[in-house]
């Protein structure tokens, strides 16, 4: 049981070049996140799935798009990467409710040069 | 004002002792709380979830929740070594996510 995956692990980019980062859950949970962390900003929510055909903004959408693709696959892009955007980013996964706890990918570590 | 406070550390305890964890939340709808480690380089691993009043145990580790005043807190018995990592608090208020910045604890052999 995989959990959550995502790829790349690592990427480096050049300022202008797009991608995407790639996020699969097999644990049929409802709702995806997608999050940047830096040195001392702790978590900081990007975009959200609560559920299949749906997204919604977070605390720092600005840069960034997502998709749901379906259920398993939520992806973020990055059009024009711009050295701010040198960050860790996280997936995560978990079953909508206001009981159930998030489950986190190992994460993509990305450089903007 | 932040939906989540934490203490950003570093909280260093000896090999043994009890580390004590803690953490603030703003909005009295906070519904369900958990606690994340996090090591280095590493991704968040769920280790505790608590969604009413009082103590839970698991293992070395005790979850404590006061609802009345907004306070959440984590207890590692027998600190060791291998718990040295940062620890995340997350609160659940009308399905939404809110993470502390997190606390770095350091267990000193």
């Known amino acids: 049981n995989a959990g959550v995956t995502q790829t790349p692990k690592f990427q480096v980019l050049k300022t202008g070049q797009s991608m995407t980062l790639q996020c699969a859950q097999d644990?049929?949970?409802?709702?995806m996140y997608w999050y940047r962390q830096d040195p001392g900003m702790g978590l900081r929510l990007i975009y959200y799935?609560?559920?299949?055909?749906?997204?919604d903004k977070g605390e720092v959408p600005n840069g960034y798009n997502v998709s749901r693709l379906n259920k398993r696959e939520f992806s973020l892009r990055l059009e024009s990467a711009a050295p701010s955007q040198t960050s860790v980013y996280f997936c995560?996964?978990?079953?909508?409710?206001?009981?159930?706890?998030?489950?986190f990918g190992d994460g993509t570590r990305l450089s903007i040069l | 004002q932040k939906e989540v406070e934490q203490n950003s550390g570093p909280l260093s305890v000896p090999e043994g002792a009890i580390a004590s964890l803690n953490c603030t939340y703003s909005d009295r709808g906070s519904q369900s709380f958990f606690w994340y480690r996090q090591y280095s380089g590493k991704s968040p691993e769920l280790i505790m979830s608590i969604y009413s009043n009082g103590d839970k145990e698991d293992g070395r580790f005790t979850a404590q929740l006061n609802k009345a005043s907004q306070y959440v807190s984590l207890l590692i018995r027998d600190s060791q070594p291998s718990d040295s990592a940062t620890y995340l608090c997350?609160?659940?208020?009308?399905?939404?996510?809110?993470f502390g910045s997190g606390t770095k604890l350091n267990v000193k052999p």
């Open positions: 997350a609160v659940i208020r009308f399905n939404k996510f809110y």
């Open positions: 995560a996964s978990s079953v909508l409710g206001n009981d159930q706890p998030q489950h």
């Open positions: 644990m049929n949970h409802n709702s």
């Open positions: 799935s609560a559920s299949e055909g749906t997204t």
